[in-house]
C-alpha cells in the first residue's frame, strides 16, 4: 500500500509538518527525500532497504554515491541526485560551523574534531592540513589526493602552501576509508620528512592523524626526535 493510502496523520510528511522532523523516524525521513517508492513498495519501504543496507549506520549512508543508490530497485538519477545533494549539504553545514569561530587547538582530539568533517563519505584517500598560529585555526587546505589505497603529496607544493599561509604550527591528517588505523611504512616516512622540514623552517608539525569513520591515531610518537 502506497503512504497516499495511508492514514492522513501516519504520512511521514504530514507528521512533520505537524509535530516536527524530530518526530519521524529514520526510515520516514529518508522517505520524504525519496518521495515515492516503487509499485510493490512504499517510499518507507524503500528507505528501510536502503537504512538495512548500511546497518542504520548514518555515517554510512552518506558514502552511498549515485551509482550505488542506483543499486536500489526504485531509484533513479533524480532520487540519486536528491539524495547526494542532502548528503552534501549536511557535510557542509559540519564544514561551516568549524570556520565560524576562533578555535584554540589543545589536543589531538580538538584536531580530529575539526578535521573528520572533511573526511567523511570519502572513498579515497586525502590528505589534508590544519594551519595554525599560536596555537589557533587559521585554515584547512587540501595537499593531496589519492586512490583507495594511497595518497599522493607533493612536497613542494606543500610547503610553498603552508608557506603562504603564514601558519606557525601544523597538523597534517589523512584518512584511511578502509577503516584500518594502523600507519603504513609511507604515512611513517612522510611524516618524518615533514617534521624535518618543518624545523629547518620554523613551522612546528605537532601531529599527524590517520582519520576514519571509527575514530584516529596520532602517529607523530612513531618518528625519531
Do not use: C
Not at 572533511?118 to 593531496?144: M, N, P, S, T
Not at 584511511?176 to 618543518?198: F, Q, V
Amino acid at each position: 500500500m502506497g503512504i497516499k493510502d495511508w492514514k492522513k496523520h501516519e504520512r511521514p510528511r504530514e507528521k512533520l509538518l505537524k509535530h516536527g522532523a524530530s518526530s519521524l523516524s529514520l526510515p520516514e525521513l529518508l522517505a520524504i527525500l525519496l518521495r515515492s517508492g516503487t509499485a510493490d513498495h512504499s517510499a518507507v519501504d524503500l528507505a528501510g532497504k536502503i537504512l538495512q543496507h548500511i546497518h542504520f549506520d548514518l555515517s554510512r549512508l552518506e558514502k552511498l554515491n549515485p551509482e550505488k543508490l542506483k543499486s536500489f530497485k526504485g531509484i533513479g538519477d533524480a532520487k540519486a541526485a536528491v539524495l547526494t545533494a542532502a548528503f552534501e549539504l549536511s557535510r557542509r553545514r559540519a564544514l561551516q560551523q568549524n570556520h565560524e569561530t576562533v578555535i584554540k587547538i589543545n589536543s589531538a582530539n580538538d584536531a580530529y574534531n575539526i578535521l573528520k568533517p572533511y573526511f567523511d563519505g570519502l572513498d579515497r584517500e586525502e590528505f589534508r592540513v590544519l594551519l595554525l598560529r599560536k596555537g589557533k585555526k587559521i585554515d584547512v587546505i587540501q595537499a593531496g589526493i589519492g586512490g583507495l589505497d594511497f595518497s599522493l603529496v607533493d612536497l613542494r607544493i606543500f610547503w610553498r602552501n603552508v608557506l603562504n599561509s603564514g601558519a606557525t604550527e601544523i597538523i597534517v591528517a589523512h584518512n584511511h576509508p578502509s577503516g584500518n588505523l594502523h600507519p603504513s611504512r609511507t604515512d611513517i616516512d612522510l611524516t618524518r620528512k615533514i617534521y624535518n622540514a618543518g624545523k629547518l623552517l620554523q613551522i612546528r608539525l605537532i601531529d599527524h592523524l590517520i582519520i576514519t569513520s571509527a575514530g584516529f591515531l596520532s602517529i607523530i610518537d612513531k618518528i625519531e626526535p
